[in-house]
């Protein structure tokens, strides 16, 4: 297609918004855009926003490509289409709605409320914003049909989102992800979707929902003792203008914590997220002020919760003094490690227990599971795949605890997503605990390493934004696959896992084997040493990204700090090697 008839469909598609259907607001700024922003109007308008696997993500503004009242309402009624096809005779068909602090989260929440009700679908919404795994548990709890959360995670102010969960409290996976897709994408005019909203089927959930969320939490608990010792600890603590802002502190209490620091200017709920540039606790600019918090009042740990709280991010204090983050593989290897431990003491493994990660998680909680005799699974990248693992195993084995690389982890079954409530008590729990035993969380992350060798992961990324960023990342996903590399960091490459076609091949051989994963966009690069890079399109952000994962044997003689900055000499070898650069 060349760039002349590209531009007549933009064009032709933006017309259609002029339309009366629309409301005034909408109409004009289309307009604007038609008199005099052609890239704008190109990024607006150049295809539908996609409604993925799990759900919509993308800038909020008018346009076919962006999240605004429109793209809600058309995914929503693609969603009721859905569901009256799946539950055909139900009396009663039941979803809950929740939203974070973005920008339009509440409207379009109220949006995807009007447009379900007005399909005959009993609706329960929060009153207010809530964390993602609320929602989940609320679904599970009121024993409703699906779900909805209004949210873009922690990308940046510009987005916003909506994901789709279904009875079990889970994302949606296989075969309902496809299934609400193909209804959306079979709505083609905005006069399809149903706007005129029952307010007779909408409910409210207020804060007796928090309640007995935070009260089932607490069951969790693994040291009560031990907290009761040391319920004083400092605990610096920052929902970065989120969801978390009201829950996490609550739960801390609920397992007996009393020193809870809050970082003021972070408290406060806002969509713009004026402290930082991204509320991604990832990212160590994102955790500034909780480290210059926790300096000040001398924490022992510290915490930062994005903005649905779904995801964790782990400051802890050196022998030093310091204070130094922690990346999601080695937060999630302190998690796992805790609880097994604490599970073992309790004599409550009986050989059914298992842990879940993804493909692109450290290996060291497999070796962590191995010891304590519980059996770990790994599954496709996101949590939706270890929610679905703990479905397929219900009744079966009991699922003890959940993680990824990207900050997200889970304990106990009763939520079904990354929930960083939980998290954040387990962590202040397992600071306890080091504690008692007078360490820190740093400290019980190096006698991790000592028992179970060095483990260091790195992931990076590129982005690539727009229609020609997408197009870049799929030529670049084609061409690893087309030339992969031979050699990783002067080690050549013996196996290559293509979740695509869904086999491995033995690159000396040139044999080949399927892979017992589902389809997926991602390349594995194997070394005989257990280096591994992998590299996949994000499905939420404009990004293709490399995981790079080594293993080192462990040296009594040396620092851990030392010995884990010759591995990421080695990471930045390797990354220089696959030019990602930008």
Same mark, same amino acid.
């Given at each position: ?12 598609? #933006?017309?259609?918004? *002029? ?23 190109? %990024? ?26 429109? +793209? ?6 693609? *969603? !009721? ?27 379009? $929440?109220?949006? !995807? ?27 599970? +709890? ?43 994408? @079979? ?32 069951? *969790?608990?693994? /040291? ?18 989120? +969801? &978390? ?10 397992? &007996? ?7 003021? %200017? ?65 937060? @999630?290897?302190?998690? =796992? ?15 059914? %227990? ?70 954040? $008590?387990?962590?202040?729990?397992? +600071? #306890? ?19 179970? &060798? ?7 990324? =590129? ?30 490459? =013996? ?5 695509? /076609? ?68 080695? =990471? ?11």
């Amino acid at each position: 297609m060349n760039a002349d008839s590209s531009d007549s469909q933009v064009m032709e598609r #933006a017309k259609q918004w *002029l339309s009366p259907v629309f409301d005034m607001e909408t109409r004009e700024q289309v307009q604007q855009l038609i008199s005099g922003n052609h890239d704008e109007l190109v %990024e607006s308008f150049y295809r539908d926003l996609e409604f993925g696997t799990g759900g919509l993500r993308g800038i909020m503004g008018v346009g076919t490509n962006r999240m605004n009242i429109y +793209t809600v309402g058309i995914a929503t009624q693609g *969603l !009721a289409n859905y569901l009256k096809k799946q539950l055909p005779g139900i009396p009663e068909v039941r979803a809950a709605i929740a939203f974070d602090s973005r920008n339009n989260s509440i409207k379009f $929440a109220q949006i !995807a409320a009007k447009v379900l009700s007005a399909n005959g679908v009993r609706v329960y919404l929060f009153d207010s914003l809530r964390p993602t795994p609320e929602l989940s548990f609320a679904i599970r +709890t009121l024993k409703c049909h699906c779900g909805i959360v209004v949210t873009a995670s922690h990308n940046p102010k510009e987005y916003n989102g909506y994901k789709v969960y279904w009875e079990d409290g889970a994302q949606v996976v296989p075969p309902h992800d496809s299934g609400i897709i193909a209804e959306v994408q @079979a709505i083609k005019n905005i006069s399809e979707v149903n706007f005129n909203g029952n307010e007779s089927l909408i409910s409210t959930i207020g804060p007796e929902m928090d309640e007995i969320y935070s009260n089932t939490l607490s069951s *969790l608990s693994l /040291s009560p003792k031990i907290i009761k010792k040391h319920k004083e600890i400092v605990i610096v603590y920052t929902p970065i203008h989120g +969801t &978390g802002v009201k829950l996490v502190p609550k739960t801390l209490r609920k397992f &007996g914590f009393t020193n809870i620091v809050k970082v003021p %200017e972070q408290d406060v709920v806002d969509g713009n997220f004026p402290t930082v540039s991204s509320p991604n606790p990832e990212e160590p600019s994102a955790m500034r002020l909780a480290l210059e918090k926790a300096k000040e009042v001398n924490a022992d740990v510290v915490m930062a919760t994005d903005p649905d709280a779904d995801r964790v991010g782990l400051g802890v204090r050196t022998p030093e003094g310091k204070y130094t983050l922690l990346n999601g593989n080695q937060a @999630a290897s302190i998690l =796992i490690y805790y609880v097994l431990q604490k599970w073992h003491e309790a004599n409550r493994i009986k050989g059914r %227990e298992f842990i879940v990660k993804t493909i692109v998680t450290t290996d060291l909680l497999a070796e962590i599971a191995r010891k304590y005799g519980v059996e770990c699974y790994e599954v496709l990248t996101g949590f939706k795949y270890i929610a679905e693992k703990i479905r397929q195993l219900e009744g079966e084995k009991k699922f003890i605890a959940g993680g990824e690389e990207s900050y997200g982890y889970l304990c106990g079954d009763f939520v079904r997503d990354k929930d960083a409530v939980i998290s954040c $008590a387990l962590f202040a729990e397992a +600071t #306890a605990w080091a504690k008692e035993q007078g360490k820190s969380l740093y400290e019980v992350l190096a006698g991790i390493y000592r028992e179970f &060798g060095l483990y260091s992961e790195k992931q990076l990324s =590129i982005t690539l934004k727009g229609k020609e960023g997408l197009e870049e990342i799929s030529r670049m996903m084609v061409g690893f696959r087309k030339n992969p590399p031979l050699q990783i960091d002067g080690l050549p490459v =013996i196996t290559i896992h293509d979740y695509l /076609s869904q086999e491995t091949k033995d690159v000396p051989s040139g044999s080949r084997r399927p892979l017992q994963l589902p389809k997926s966009d991602v390349l594995q690069f194997l070394t005989a040493d257990g280096t591994k890079v992998s590299v996949r399109p994000s499905g939420t952000e404009p990004k293709i990204k490399f995981y790079i994962a080594i293993r080192g044997d462990f040296n009594p003689n040396a620092g851990i700090d030392e010995q884990l900055a010759l591995l990421d000499e080695r =990471i930045s070898r390797i990354a220089a090697e696959l030019k990602i650069t930008r």
